[in-house]
């Protein structure tokens, strides 16, 4: 771990102002420090992302949409990801801001949309920290299921507050060694894969086997042809919540040094790095775990659903369940890690565009913002709802509406982008002047833009083939929730769309 300051980081006082008494447009005006370097904004997003979804959620993808449906579902979801992670990028490094989207929002298009934006986007990494911090606890009944995860919860969740009140070069450099255990693990897991698949294990070779008994694609709710796409369809939801935190590369950029060198070298390091380890270890999984495989079964929470643990069962392995399952233990804590650290700095952003009050800008001598992390932190207080509650149903539900709301997200921050585009050429700036330029513009946003909507608004169509009313709430509630909140806000502030000539391009711009 490394914690000294980086060539060119600034105290507190120096990073604020310039010789002139100016607030440093590279800083901003929320008092945040510069101490972020390309690899931990990239251990950052890889800490926020791999977590629950991939080595828990993956599990009952794999029994509802069958191998090869699984891995077209993550590897198409991964081709959303690119769309948003490159429009973001170009944003970002011309304009690295904390908050990042949810400030382009409010500037490019219309303050409603950045406050209904940042809200529900903090809700949901809020949300995100309690539903890890619940996966924490169900992975360590793994060993003891009598123990009460309430305990782990409590523990886990002061740990956490109290990593995320460090300097933000202390907390980049944990993150990183925390995240980087993820990365080892998968990386042995495929090495694993590779081995037992070709006759390691005590079943003999494998081959491509599971694809062919039970089948590429398993049935959803009907059968034939039919039930094979709702299957499809259905998993985009858990592979969306998957890829949910590969955007933090943008949140970052307001604390990292010389973002427009780091920036785009961490958001092409960061997409490829976990869009192949996520299909990598979905088209492993999919080789020695039949999708019909009783522990899979839709609603088990605990780690021995974890098609990893699984796979190492079925190999006959005896010892490595547990260790996977220890790694599985990091990885969920350092998702919650990464989780507050990225909800905090969505509420500065919100602060700072008037959007929140304005004491959440408040930092203390090291740049922390205190009060941001605390209430941010204070959500994950919810995980104690699975103390009273069936925890499959917490955890399901909680998974349905974090889920949704990264679709929302990305759907912004490609409306942002369109909106940054035609702003850029309004005042006559080519895009070849940027940090970065995305590529296949603007084909690619409209890309992305066009599927998360259609996600969105489909995400919930099983519910009308056999009608759920808590169904239709939990996968329409974020949606809902954004709508309330956009709309709310209009009528109270009548807040007006921001015309194109109006658009500001130069606070916080980063200097050439």
């Known amino acids: 771990m490394d914690p000294s300051p980086s ?27 510069r101490g972020l370097q390309s690899h931990h904004l990239q251990f950052i997003a890889i800490g926020g992302t791999i977590g629950t979804g991939l080595f828990l959620g993956s599990g009952e993808a794999l029994a509802t949409a069958g191998p090869v449906g699984c891995l077209i579902a993550f590897i198409f979801v991964g081709s959303i990801v690119f769309s948003v992670m490159t429009s973001l990028g170009e944003m970002a490094t011309f304009i690295p801001v904390a908050g990042s989207f949810t400030v382009y929002a409010s500037r490019f298009v219309d303050r409603s949309l950045g406050f209904a934006m940042g809200w529900i986007y903090w809700f949901s990494w809020s949300i995100t920290f309690a539903l890890e911090l619940v996966a924490a606890g169900l992975i360590i009944q793994y060993w003891d299921s009598s123990l009460n995860i309430g305990i782990f919860i409590s523990i886990f969740w002061a740990i956490f507050t109290a990593i995320n009140f460090l300097p933000i070069r202390w907390f980049g450099a944990f993150e990183m060694w925390f995240a980087s255990i993820k990365v080892v693990t998968i990386i042995g897991f495929i090495i694993f894969a590779i081995c037992i698949d070709a006759g390691a294990g005590r079943n003999g070779y494998l081959g491509f086997h599971a694809w062919q008994n039970p089948g590429p694609f398993a049935e959803y709710i009907t059968t034939g042809d039919t039930g094979k796409f709702i299957g499809f369809w259905s998993v985009l939801v858990t592979a969306g919540f998957s890829y949910q935190g590969a955007e933090l590369v943008g949140i970052g950029a307001g604390e990292t040094h010389d973002p427009a060198k780091n920036v785009p070298k ?52 005896p010892v490595l369940p547990h260790i996977i399952n220890a790694v599985l233990l990091t990885a969920v804590l350092s998702a919650a890690n990464s989780n507050v650290y990225s909800g905090s700095r969505i509420l500065v952003g919100l602060a700072t565009e008037n959007n929140a009050p304005a004491f959440l800008t408040r930092t203390n001598q090291h740049g922390t913002p205190y009060y941001a992390v605390a209430v941010t932190s204070a959500i994950g207080l919810l995980a104690f709802l699975n103390e009273s509650q069936n925890g499959g149903d917490v955890f399901t539900w909680l998974l349905n509406i974090t889920a949704i709301a990264g679709f929302i997200t990305w759907s912004c921050i490609s409306i942002c982008h369109l909106r940054f585009m035609n702003a850029l050429k309004a005042r006559g700036i080519s895009r070849k002047e940027l940090p970065y330029a995305a590529p296949l513009q603007p084909y690619l946003t409209w890309f ?23 169904g239709f709430f939990a996968a329409y509630v974020s949606l809902i929730l954004f709508v309330v909140l956009f709309a709310g806000h209009k009528l ?4 007006k769309p921001v015309k194109l000539a109006d658009v500001d391009l130069d606070r916080d711009r980063v200097k050439q």
């Not at 507190?12 to 100016?22: F, I, Y």
């Not at 109270?492 to 807040?495: L, P």
């Open 7 to 33: 060539e060119g980081e600034k105290s507190s006082k120096e990073a604020s102002l310039t010789v002139d008494g100016q607030k440093d447009v590279e800083t901003g005006d929320d008092q945040l420090q």
């Open 266 to 317: 961490a958001i092409r390091w960061t997409f490829w790095g976990i869009v192949s380890l996520f299909v990598a270890t979905i088209f492993f999984i999919g080789l020695l775990v039949p999708s019909d495989t009783p522990d899979l079964s839709i609603g088990t929470t605990d780690a021995s659903a974890s098609p990893l643990v699984i796979a190492a069962n079925l190999a006959g392995v």
């Open 448 to 470: 992305g833009l066009f599927f998360c909507v259609l996600i969105l608004l489909t995400n919930g169509f099983t519910v009308f083939i056999e009608w759920s009313t808590s």
């Open 492 to 495: 109270i502030f009548w807040a």
